[in-house]
C-alpha cells in the first residue's frame, strides 16, 4: 500500500513539474517578443512604401457600345401587285433614286384613262357653266356643281397617279442593297420585305456613361473604339447627347459619328470606346495593391512617426496599375504599399521607400 502511495507521489510530482517547466518556457517566449507583462514595445513589421507626389493624369473611361450604319431601311412596296421586275443585284451598291423594284400596274393604268376621260368631261362642263353664268342663264349654284364636279374628277386622276408611282420602289439613300427575299412574279404586299439597304459610309456608336460624367461631355468630344478581331483603332466625334438620365439605368446615352470609307466597320458588332474625360494636373495616383476594400469602402495605410495609419479614401478611374485617389490623402504621405493586409491602426512599421 505504501508502494502505490509512493508511486502516485512520484508520478503527482512528475506531471506538475512538466506542466511548470512548459508555462516558463511559453513566458519567455512573449517576453522575448514583446508581449508579455512587462515587456517591451512589439517588434515593427518590415513593409516597402511610396511618398506620394502628384502628376498629370488623363482620365479615360472604358466603355461597350454598338455600331449601327449611318442610315438603315427595310425596302417594301407601298402597293399590292405582281412584282414584274426586280431591277438589282445583291450585295451591290445602288444610287439614291434608283428603281429597285417595280409593281404590275395595267390595271392602274386603264383606271387612269378612264379618270382623264372623266376629267376633260368635268372640265368641258366647268367651262360651259361659266360662260352661262356670264351670261346669267344659269344660277351660281348650277355653277358650282359644275365647278365642284371637274375638281374632283382632277383629285381622283391625281390619286391614281401617286398610286402608279408606288409602283415603282426606288432607293431612298445611296448605299449597299442585301439579300432579296421576293421574287420577280410573286405578289408583293406593304409587308413583304424586299430587302435591307444600309449606307455604311459612315457608322454610328451609340454608348451610355455613368451619370457622375454627365456634367463632362460636349457634342464635338473625339473618342476612339476597337472591334473585336481587329487591332486597328478607329476614331470618331459624338455629334448627339440625350437630353436625360435614364431612370433605369442612371445612365446618360449619347452617339459618335466615324467615318467607314473601305467598309471596315460592320453594322450591329460590339465597340469597345475609350472616352477621353478632363485632364487632372495634380492627380494623387497610388499602386492598386496598397488599396484594401473594406464594408464601407476602401482604406490604405500610411507611415506616420513609425506607426501604420489607417486612412479610409475615395478612388476614382483605374488604370492597369494605378488608382486614381479622389480624397483621403495628400501629396509628401508615406503610403504602405506591401504587407498591408496584416496591418493593423498603429501597428509599428519598419518602411523601406521604393
Known amino acids: 500500500m505504501k508502494l502505490k502511495n509512493s508511486i502516485y507521489l512520484l508520478l503527482a510530482i512528475v506531471l506538475g513539474a ?7 518556457e511559453n513566458k519567455g517566449k512573449e517576453e522575448s517578443n514583446g508581449k508579455g507583462k512587462g515587456g517591451g514595445d512589439k517588434k515593427p513589421a518590415k513593409v516597402t512604401g511610396v511618398v506620394l507626389k502628384t502628376s498629370v493624369f488623363s482620365d479615360n473611361l472604358s466603355l461597350s457600345g454598338s455600331i449601327d450604319a449611318k442610315e438603315q431601311v427595310e ?5 399590292s401587285g405582281i412584282v414584274e421586275s426586280i431591277n438589282f443585284e445583291e450585295g451591290t451598291v445602288v444610287s439614291k433614286g434608283q428603281q429597285l423594284l417595280k409593281i404590275n400596274d395595267l390595271e392602274l393604268r386603264a383606271q387612269l384613262s378612264q379618270a382623264r376621260t372623266k376629267q376633260a368631261l368635268a372640265s368641258e362642263n366647268e367651262r360651259r357653266a361659266r360662260l352661262l353664268l356670264q351670261k346669267e342663264a344659269i344660277s351660281q349654284e348650277e355653277y358650282d356643281i359644275a365647278s365642284a364636279d371637274f375638281r374632283s374628277a382632277q383629285a381622283q386622276t391625281q390619286l391614281i397617279q401617286a398610286q402608279i408611282a408606288k409602283t415603282s420602289v426606288r432607293a431612298p439613300f445611296s448605299g449597299k442593297i442585301g439579300l432579296r427575299s421576293i421574287s420577280k412574279g410573286a405578289y408583293a404586299t406593304p409587308t413583304s420585305v424586299v430587302a435591307n439597304l444600309v449606307n455604311t459610309s459612315q457608322v454610328k456608336i451609340t454608348f451610355s456613361i455613368p451619370e457622375k460624367y454627365a456634367a463632362q461631355m460636349k457634342v464635338n468630344t473625339l473618342l476612339s473604339f476597337t472591334v473585336a478581331g481587329s487591332r486597328e483603332t478607329y476614331s470618331a466625334k459624338i455629334y448627339a447627347i440625350e437630353p436625360e438620365i435614364e431612370v433605369e439605368t442612371r445612365t446618360l446615352k449619347m452617339r459618335a ?27 494623387l495616383l497610388i499602386p492598386t495593391e496598397a488599396l484594401i476594400p473594406v464594408q464601407n469602402g476602401k482604406k490604405v495605410f500610411v507611415s506616420l512617426h513609425g506607426k501604420a495609419k489607417e486612412i479610409m479614401v475615395e478612388t476614382g478611374a483605374r488604370t492597369d496599375k494605378d488608382v486614381l485617389v479622389l480624397s483621403g490623402l495628400k501629396p509628401g504621405d508615406t503610403l504602405l504599399t506591401s504587407g498591408v493586409m496584416t496591418l493593423k491602426d498603429d501597428s509599428p512599421v519598419k518602411v523601406t521607400i521604393k
Do not use: C, Q, W
Not at 75 to 79: D, G, H, L, W, Y
Not at 266 to 282: E, S, W
Open 18 to 24: 512538466m506542466i511548470f517547466y512548459r508555462i516558463s
Open 257 to 283: 459619328i466615324a467615318e467607314n470609307a473601305h467598309g471596315k466597320l460592320i453594322p450591329g458588332t460590339f465597340a469597345n470606346v475609350m472616352l477621353p474625360l478632363d485632364k487632372i494636373n495634380d492627380a
Open 75 to 79: 425596302i417594301r412596296s407601298e402597293v
